[in-house]
DNA sequence: CGTGCATACTTTGTATGACAAACATAGAAT
DNA sequence: ATTCTATGTTTGTCATACAAAGTATGCACG
């Protein structure tokens, strides 16, 4: 006889990990905005860990492209260029419509009604205009779709570009436009996905985010044109005179 | 009058940083095999640096996925199952196909160039043979198309698939059937970069990449039905009585 | 006044040493 | 042979320490 497998599940969550976590969270949300200086021991402070544990988080959103370090060592929160922008924006398009493709052929009912849920759950919040809390769902939503696609390997890396977009999302948001466009757009993805045809479902998402993509690169383009009118040049060179 | 910009390149060449590239390369060349135990205090020892930084760079891999930690904290070099290879070639598929169209659309002449001389590099090194510097030179290949695409976000995240399934492109052009093949297949794309045909050389990458998929992917299974076999089952569960 | 220099502070990179917790190993005891 | 025990190994985390580079402050002097 054979003895089951009774192990625990351990879960003893790093402190690195948790320090992460916070970290990716705090800029993928805006707390930590585009551009801002992250200084090791104020991390430490705010986040009550050893400088060890916050360099070694530092270190894996360095590679998850959420930091930049300058030339002379100093570490800020990345500032996603329109270019960069577009590319992101580019690559959610391939990887995603692949995934709800994906999903479609291998979702069960339940994984279904899950989206279906959320969706309805998104009109809702919708009409009462909570940006915050509806840039959280749109994240559930797309995370179910990348959990059932089936592949880890693709949902990993959608999800570190989602990530990186994250916060110029939530204000690409802000701009009721958009957001009654967007909604529309999964509307169409939703229908697709209950109907269990595929072709259609990837189709949609690939049209949800190229729309997604051109607002927000327009958008920021602007806010650079904006930006470089304003300091004539050499603004990023000198770090005194900026107060 | 403006100032030049006279700022030295500065180059110290952080610690970590060497650390990193020696742990990546040893991985991603075969000299860490997939599924080798990596212990800190050793490879402090193999690089002549200090625990911190030997952990640091561990955390990059692991963002980038080429190390795994198990769950009982052990750090081994990550192990490319058939599915996810086959995932991480649809990717690239995806990837360098859009790479090689802006590359052409980009490219000045020098890198045209370039690209020619090391295609022509390759088919000696092919006579000979040598199959560890034909890795290398078909990895300069990528690279310059990658370097030439214009966008950063997209060659980042192919290098870093490049990157994963490196040792199984070294181990796939061993067979040399497969060599073969691969090197009619660039013929064919260097010929469309010549003309400048963007949309012939996409094609012709995605075919590219596709039959290598398919030759590396099936190899894969093939491998991992044969240990199936050879350890019945809950193989990897006991660690103990493998030896 | 502002120019220039000296001094002190800040921040990062790196190394060390320490210790607990989780495991693994090898003997010892039954 | 099974179980218990003592000992070693490995990782996670922290606290320090210090050098190098950069930044800020302040003072003296023409």
Redesign the pocket.
Known sequence: MEYQDLRIV?N?T????HALDKLRNAISRGLYPPGMR????ELCEALG?????V??ALRQLQAENLIE?GK????TVAIVSSKDAEDIYLMREMLESLAVQRFVALADENAIKKLVRIHKDLRKVLNKGDVRELAIMAGEFYETILNGSGSKVIADMARQLLTRVNYLRMRSMAEPHRLEDGMHEWDTLIEAIVERNAEAAAKAMSAHLSNARKAIVTKLQQEEELAAAAVPERAAVS??RSG
């Open positions: 351990e003893p790093l402190v690195r990990e992250l200084v090791e021991r860990v050893s400088r060890t544990s360099r070694e370090v002379r060592r100093n570490i770090s005194r």
